[in-house]
């Protein structure tokens, strides 16, 4: 009986050290990000990366938050499980318990294997409940954006562009791997054609392909969507900052799979109808 009890102890104690930890790393991050004026996006992967790529959109913001928040519940869980192990190996072994006790169960300990497990998934249930319904959340978008997958390319459709005279017209471009690199282009993510989007707008995308299985995925926005044949998939997106992110077609889809890049530029308002009106 008092063994469990100290078992329980220790794990409550760890437990509440492990989130003092995070509240104090919490604070300290947000001292620096205070004084940091300028701060380096990493929109596309660099080598050697461990960590994720800066978000640029609130979902993807709250993927990482969730990520950071599960992680201390597998370190305190994988190190009350080290250190049972341990605990168990040297208390009991041989040498120190000639005499083995013999019992069927323990009712403490099932009640304690029971509840803390429960109150565990509780506490990682109810985030991850509300960001999985916030992905699908779709809030009266102002622009729709088609993408069409390829055998290997990506062609794009904006399908609701307004004219000077109130004419409605359609943008549509293909978008190749660019053959040719210019100072500060990444190998195999540049493309010929990127595509431009406004920030600070809610923004549908409606995702297909026109052959074979391709998935349309850019890590800064938290989105890898399939692009079925026969089948239009939607998902929504809300740029929060500029920037120019990268990304690659995640499903293989024939021999120049890895030859599928997505570029996407977020600009301001006034650059994307700039840019607009010089595609009519």
Request: proline residues 3%.
């Amino acid at each position: 009986m008092f063994t469990m009890f100290t078992l329980f102890l220790g794990f409550v104690f760890l437990l509440f050290f492990l989130l003092f930890t995070c509240w104090i790393l919490k604070v300290m991050f947000a001292i620096c990000r205070f004084f940091v004026e300028h701060e380096v996006m990493c929109d596309s992967a660099e080598r050697w990366q461990l960590g994720l790529q800066d978000p640029a959109t609130p979902t993807v913001e709250g993927m990482i938050s969730f990520h950071n928040y599960l992680m201390f519940f597998i370190i305190a869980i994988g190190i009350l499980v080290v250190w049972m192990l341990y605990y168990v190996i040297v208390s009991y072994k041989k040498k120190n318990n000639v005499v083995s006790v013999h019992f069927t169960h323990s009712s403490l300990l099932e009640i304690i294997w029971t509840v803390i497990p429960a109150i565990v998934l509780l506490f990682i249930a109810a985030p991850s409940f509300a960001l999985l319904y916030s992905l699908d959340e779709l809030i009266d978008p102002e622009i729709t954006l088609k993408i069409v997958g390829h055998q290997w390319y990506w062609s794009y459709e904006y399908n609701d562009m307004t004219a000077s005279n109130n004419n409605l017209y359609s943008v549509i471009f293909d978008s190749y791997m660019s053959k040719e690199l210019t100072q500060g282009s990444f190998r195999l993510l540049e493309v010929d054609n990127r595509v431009v989007l406004p920030i600070q707008k809610h923004i549908r995308l409606l995702i297909t392909s026109a052959d074979v299985l391709h998935s349309w995925a850019v890590p800064s926005f938290g989105i890898k969507v399939d692009a079925c044949p026969g089948r239009l998939s939607e998902a929504s997106l809300f740029l929060k900052r500029e920037g120019v992110f990268y990304g690659q077609c995640s499903e293989i889809c024939g021999v120049n799979h890895g030859f599928m890049p997505i570029v996407v530029k977020a600009v301001s308002r006034s650059e994307f109808i700039l840019w607009r009106l010089l595609q009519v």
